[in-house]
């Protein structure tokens, strides 16, 4: 028995002496990829369980799906989960808001990140972590009638891009329950590639007189008065 443990141990760490001498090992561990730090992800935790008003959880713009199996996790674990919509074009950035950047707003980017998603892959990514109840809209944001669904207790909008942020920004607060928060990612006053979310939420902060509340030097934090 004790022979047959030892074979055992020393088959594993063989094999594991190989894996992690071959350049490839870093591409077969198993990583969870986020646009977002710990403490980000745990403070839109902590906001969504503060809300006391009833409402749907909503992402817009959700890439692969790293932070809405997070949300949905963290929402399962409460007494009343609450529903869980997404909405993304699953194809990366429409051409009027890449060009709306690189025309108006003179960015020289293309803008051409996220086109490997899919609905079906997404869709698949939330069932194999157990999350089989999610509402997916494959559409752009800007268009999407926001009427259709239940208010919104909180809200994250990561469509990165001035116009569509701009768009969207006003549907979901007035589609937001009293005491609900929407929170707009990469917010940073430091200009990069995706400050036109900043630049759209704080102009949407000047015309709602709310003062702007960035958390964490990049979540952009708006919440509706009780």
């Not at 028995?1 to 030892?6: D, P, T």
């Not at 399962?76 to 429409?94: C, E, H, Q």
């Not at 928060?181 to 939420?201: F, N, R």
Request: glycine share 6%.
């Amino acid at each position: 028995m004790k022979l047959k443990y030892l074979l055992r141990l020393f088959s594993i760490r063989f094999v594991k002496f190989l894996f992690f001498k071959a350049p490839i090992w870093r591409y077969f561990l198993p990583v969870m990829k986020f646009d977002m730090t710990i403490g980000q992800l745990n403070f839109m935790l902590e906001t969504i369980n503060k809300i006391k008003s009833d409402g749907i959880i909503c992402e817009i713009g959700v890439g692969g799906g790293s932070t809405s199996i997070i949300l949905n996790h963290a929402n399962k674990n409460v007494n009343n989960p609450r529903s869980f919509y997404a909405i993304d074009t699953f194809y990366g950035f429409l051409d009027e808001d890449r060009k709306y950047e690189q025309q108006k707003r003179n960015k020289n980017y293309d803008y051409l990140s996220y086109r490997s998603n899919s609905k079906e892959w997404y869709t698949k990514t939330l069932i194999a972590h157990g999350i089989k109840n999610a509402n997916i809209y494959k559409c752009d944001a800007k268009l999407f009638d926001f009427d259709k669904i239940p208010k919104i207790a909180f809200c994250l909008i990561d469509i990165d891009l001035y116009l569509p942020t701009k768009k969207v920004l006003p549907k979901i607060y007035n589609n937001l329950v009293p005491g609900g928060v929407i929170v707009v990612d990469d917010c940073s006053p430091i200009q990069s590639k995706y400050d036109g979310a900043g630049e759209a939420y704080r102009e949407f902060c000047k015309e709602i007189k709310h003062d702007e509340d960035i958390v964490l030097s990049k979540l952009g934090v708006i919440r509706k008065s009780l």
